[in-house]
C-alpha cells in the first residue's frame, strides 16, 4: 500500500485560507468516507482534526473543515493563525482493512 | 478520562527485539481497536497495524508482517507491540492510538522512542 500523496509544504498569512490535499486510490481514499486529518506540532502526539471525511470532534475549531472528491481528499484551513503552524496528516481505511497515511505536510503561517 | 500510557524509552542493538506497551484506562478496553503507528525523526507516520483488544485479532501492514507481533492483556487493560529483527532505521517513536470505529485515531498514546544502535 503506497503513501497517500500531499504537498510537502503550504504557506499562508494570518487571516487567510488554506487547503492541504491527500489523494489516493480507488481502494482507499475513492472507496471509502474514512479519511481522517491529524495536527503534530514538534515533539508532539498527532492530533485528531477531522474525521469520516469533514466530521470534527468535539472542540476543534470550526476554521478546520474537510471535503473529499473522487480520489482526493481536502483539509481547508480558514482564518489562519500562528498556532495552526504544524505539521498535517491524512489517513484512509483501505480495501484490505488496513490504515495509510500521507506523507504529510508543513504548514507554514507567515 | 481517556488514557493510552506507553512503556519508556528503549535503546536496542541491531538484530534484537523490542516490546512496547500501551495501557488504557477511562473507556471499555475491549470495545475499542487499538493501532500502533511509527515516527522516524524528521519522517512522517507511518501504520504499522492494529489488535482488537477483545478477540485479540491483528492486522499488520504488509512491509511489518514478518517482523511484528501485536498482542494484549485483558486483566490489566494493556496492549503490546513487539518488533523483532531490529535494524537501525528502525529508530523511531512508536505510537498507539485508539480507534472509536474504523474511521480515525482519536485517542493518542505519548510515545515511546525507540532506539537502534550497536
Known amino acids: 500500500q503506497s503513501a497517500l500523496t500531499q504537498p510537502a509544504s503550504v504557506s499562508g498569512s494570518p487571516g487567510q485560507s488554506i487547503t492541504i490535499s491527500c489523494t489516493g486510490g480507488?481502494?482507499?481514499?475513492?472507496?471509502?468516507?474514512?479519511v481522517s486529518w491529524y495536527q503534530q506540532h514538534p515533539g508532539k502526539a498527532p492530533k485528531l482534526m477531522i474525521y469520516?471525511?469533514?466530521h470534527r470532534p468535539s472542540g476543534i475549531s470550526n476554521r478546520f473543515s474537510g471535503s473529499k472528491s473522487g480520489n482526493t481528499a481536502s483539509l481547508t484551513i480558514s482564518g489562519l493563525q500562528a498556532e495552526d503552524e504544524a505539521d498535517y496528516y491524512c489517513n484512509s481505511y483501505t480495501s484490505t482493512s488496513t490504515r495509510v497515511f500521507g506523507g504529510g505536510t508543513k504548514l507554514t503561517v507567515l | 478520562q481517556v488514557q493510552l500510557v506507553q512503556s519508556g524509552a528503549e535503546v536496542k542493538k541491531p538484530g534484537a527485539s523490542v516490546k512496547v506497551s500501551c495501557k488504557a484506562s477511562?473507556?471499555?478496553?475491549?470495545?475499542?481497536?487499538i493501532h500502533w503507528v511509527r515516527q522516524v525523526p524528521g519522517q512522517g507516520l507511518e501504520w504499522m497495524g492494529w489488535?482488537?483488544?477483545?478477540?485479540?485479532?491483528?492486522n499488520y501492514a504488509q512491509k511489518f508482517q514478518a517482523r511484528v507481533t501485536m498482542t494484549r492483556d485483558t486483566s490489566i487493560n494493556t496492549v503490546y507491540m513487539e518488533l523483532s529483527r531490529l535494524r537501525s532505521d528502525d529508530t523511531a517513536v512508536y505510537y498507539c492510538a485508539r480507534d472509536p470505529s474504523i474511521s480515525a485515531f482519536d485517542y493518542w498514546g505519548q510515545g515511546t522512542l525507540v532506539t537502534v544502535s550497536s
Open positions: 477511562g473507556y471499555n478496553f475491549r470495545a475499542y481497536n
Open positions: 489488535i482488537n483488544p477483545d478477540s485479540g485479532g491483528t
Open positions: 480507488s481502494s482507499d481514499i475513492g472507496d471509502y468516507n474514512y
Open positions: 469520516e471525511v469533514s
